[in-house]
């Protein structure tokens, strides 16, 4: 069963204040994601990694970094939070089906519901 | 700018009955679009996708057509249950990438 945990699951923290979240995949996929969800904007790509070592930007990278340091962890870090970047943070990792590379199958954590005061 | 497009935004149905949600989308180089379904609480998860060299896909209750001419597709629940009540996603993928680019969502609740 593939698995992916997330943590933690609720945090709240200050504007200005650094904030790290965590993702572990158990499934040793290459391709790992972060997404916020928000109410009118659906889910949204931060950043992605290919494998251990590498991050590159997604579609609302600004304000955030990411890091992964081996092939099962992946975190997203914001140095300097803003009650803007209030949201819930949905990691996955990712494994090609059939079809080729465009046809991955995600696999979601459950969440990380960030409150920035 | 959303390049996905879903519709409708919420939908409540009877037990029973057929649910119909549809996206579109303008970029040709979409190729594979899935279907995501997310309870409460919890991460979406897929639920059923499509190439785009096949119109069709079905899988138990739930069917999903694509159209290229049209860039539409379509997610068909039949006999919809109250345990179908969740938000559905449809999503695209440029070609040779897994990025997703996910629609805005469709709140669906099945009444009994």
């Known amino acids: 069963e593939a698995a992916v945990t997330q943590s933690p699951r609720n945090k709240v923290a200050v504007t200005g204040g650094k904030v790290t979240l965590s993702c572990n995949q158990t499934?040793?996929?290459?391709?790992m994601y972060w997404y916020r969800q928000d109410t009118g904007h659906g889910l949204r790509l931060i950043h992605y990694?290919?494998?251990?070592?590498?991050?590159e930007k997604g579609d609302i990278p600004d304000g955030y970094k990411a890091s992964r340091p081996s092939q099962e962890n992946f975190s997203l870090i914001l140095e300097l939070a803003t009650p803007s970047q209030t949201s819930v943070y949905f990691c996955?990792?990712?494994?090609?089906?059939?079809?080729?590379?465009?046809?991955?199958?995600?696999?979601f954590g459950s969440g990380t519901r960030l409150t920035v005061l | 700018q959303q390049q996905v497009r879903q519709s409708p935004q919420s939908l409540t149905v009877w037990e029973g009955g057929t649910t119909v949600l549809t996206c579109s989308y303008e970029?040709?180089?979409?190729?594979?679009f899935p279907w995501y379904q997310q309870f409460p609480g919890e991460g979406p998860a897929l639920l059923i996708s499509?190439?785009?060299?096949?119109d069709k896909k079905e899988d138990g209750r739930f069917t999903t057509f694509f159209n290229k001419r049209e860039k539409k597709l379509s997610l068909h629940i039949i006999d919809s249950q109250p345990g179908d009540s969740a938000t559905y996603f449809c999503?695209?993928?440029?070609?040779?990438?897994?990025?997703?680019?996910f629609g805005l969502g469709t709140t669906l609740q099945v009444q009994p």
């Open positions: 999503a695209a993928s440029p070609g040779n990438t897994g990025k997703l680019i």
């Open positions: 990694s290919y494998g251990a070592g590498s991050t």
């Open positions: 996955a990792s990712g494994d090609l089906n059939w079809g080729g590379p465009s046809a991955e199958t995600l696999y």
């Open positions: 499934n040793n996929h290459n391709n």
């Open positions: 499509i190439l785009s060299v096949s």
């Open positions: 970029d040709s180089t979409f190729n594979y």
